[in-house]
């Protein structure tokens, strides 16, 4: 089982960010109602940038302070650093990392974009600068809206919820397209076990 760590809705905070620590991916779910989408998507990567730029920073310092210090290691920090204080996150960026370091920013990202219901069927167009800083972060993008999520949810019938979804250009619902979007991130594949009266994956 994945475990997330959900860092949107109000919980950029310091117990929010030493449980990222401690997960497989993370989740920035950002509202995009009242609030700017970019300037949520700032202040939350910017935190988490912070956090691991002052790890990062102590462990120089104390690496500084041995005599003997491994000479890789003090590259990949210092790798590290200019990654991160030019903004940017770590993961992926650095294949020769130390075991040991728990970077936040070297967790896999997604972004999980709560828009109006108006909104929805354009939300690339509508977002554009926000969908634009997920990519320059290396973060893929997933628009949804929170209350239609909820309907589709209460629907029993597949018949009405494929044309509740069709009413607003939707193929499936969003936490399908999350579900794919994290497989695709992750590199997960779904293996399959068939039995007489089910089948389980």
């Known amino acids: 089982m994945l475990d997330f760590a959900d860092l949107g809705g109000g919980r950029r905070d310091s117990d929010a960010a030493q ?6 991916a993370l989740l920035l779910v950002l509202g995009a109602f009242a609030k700017n989408a970019l300037s949520d998507l700032d202040e939350v990567s910017s935190e988490l940038i912070l956090s691991d730029l002052e790890q990062v920073e102590r462990a120089l310092k104390r690496i500084g302070g041995k005599r003997f210090s491994s000479e890789g290691e003090v590259t990949a920090l ?3 650093k200019s990654l991160l204080e030019d903004g940017q996150f770590i993961a992926g960026s650095i294949p020769a990392l130390p075991t040991g370091y728990n970077f936040i920013t070297d967790k896999p990202a997604i972004v999980a974009l709560n828009v109006p219901e108006d909104k929805l069927s354009d939300c690339r167009d509508a977002y554009a600068l926000a969908m634009q800083r997920c990519g320059t972060l290396g973060m893929p993008s997933v628009c949804f809206s929170a209350h239609i999520e909820m309907d589709i949810a209460r629907m029993e019938l597949k018949k009405e919820r494929t044309q509740f979804m069709h009413e607003y250009g939707l193929n499936q619902p969003g936490i399908d397209r999350l579900a794919r979007t994290t ?6 594949i779904s293996f399959f076990t068939v039995g007489q009266d ?3 994956a």
Not at 19 to 24: E, F, G, I, L, T
Not at 183 to 188: D, E, I, Q, R, V
């Open 78 to 80: 210092r790798q590290a």
């Open 19 to 24: 449980q990222a620590k401690n997960v497989d």
């Open 198 to 200: 089910e089948v389980r």
């Open 183 to 188: 497989y695709s991130k992750l590199g997960l």
